[in-house]
């Protein structure tokens, strides 16, 4: 009997067989690239989301993948200078350091790898309204094409965080969200190289995490105006009191 999570799943080889002969979406159908939670198939399988096909696929030197969505989750952003100068397999803590934050291990992965999904548009509709706080933004990804070498260059979505959710640095991730990442990245085939890359990253502390997770633009906005709202109750409650 099969598990939700393998239903409609092609084992790996066909899907690389597939993708030999190019993902090139018919209408109603796109081309999304998942780097976090969403390799994972029983993620996929909980929101009902089905591809059509699949392929492991390395995104350009020009992004880098940092845990700095708010809550310590995945995020794409622009690559540091450093990161530009280093090979595919390196990892860099250049945001990890920033500001005095020190952390002993990398959070942040130059060129990361994950899953070039091949989607229905409604189910790419699914997985954006249940990421909260991140936007869907064209990202260019290489997919793999055999043991040791590189196949089609393309163009395909991927999930951005909103500049009002995301951490002033990057930090280590909670360690049930990074144990997503790497089942998924099994899953998938992802490079084995990469794979270790997660495994070495650190997590956040256990016991609930700390404030400098929640450190975004958008708290501050709410802090400021509850404590402004708080300020004219108070004015409020002395000049009729």
């Given at each position: ?8 799943w092609t084992s790996a080889r066909l899907m ?226």
């Amino acid at each position: 009997m099969q598990s939700c999570c393998s239903v409609a799943w092609t084992s790996a080889r066909l899907m690389r067989a597939a993708a030999a002969q190019g993902l090139s979406p018919a209408p109603g159908q796109t081309l999304h690239f998942a780097y976090g939670a969403n390799m994972n198939r029983a993620v996929l399988a909980k929101r009902e989301v089905r591809p059509l096909k699949s392929e492991p696929a390395v995104a350009s030197a020009s992004v880098e993948l940092a845990f700095r969505h708010r809550g310590g989750y995945a995020t794409l952003q622009q690559a540091t200078a450093s990161a530009n100068l280093r090979t595919q397999s390196a990892i860099h803590a250049a945001d990890c350091h920033a500001q005095g934050t020190a952390y002993g291990r990398a959070c942040c992965l130059a060129r990361p790898h994950g899953t070039l999904y091949l989607l229905q548009e409604h189910d790419l509709k699914k997985l954006a309204a249940r990421e909260t706080g991140y936007t869907l933004q064209d990202v260019t990804v290489t997919t793999y094409s055999g043991e040791d070498s590189w196949g089609e260059e393309t163009q395909a979505s991927a999930f951005h965080s909103r500049p009002s959710l995301m951490l002033p640095v990057a930090v280590p991730p909670p360690a049930d969200y990074l144990e997503l990442l790497i089942e998924g990245a099994q899953q998938n085939e992802l490079d084995h190289s990469y794979i270790e890359r997660l495994r070495v990253i650190q997590t956040a502390p256990p016991g609930g995490l700390p404030d400098e997770y929640f450190d975004t633009p958008s708290g501050i906005i709410a802090a400021v105006a509850m404590g402004a709202f708080l300020t004219a109750v108070g004015v409020a409650w002395w000049t009729f009191s």
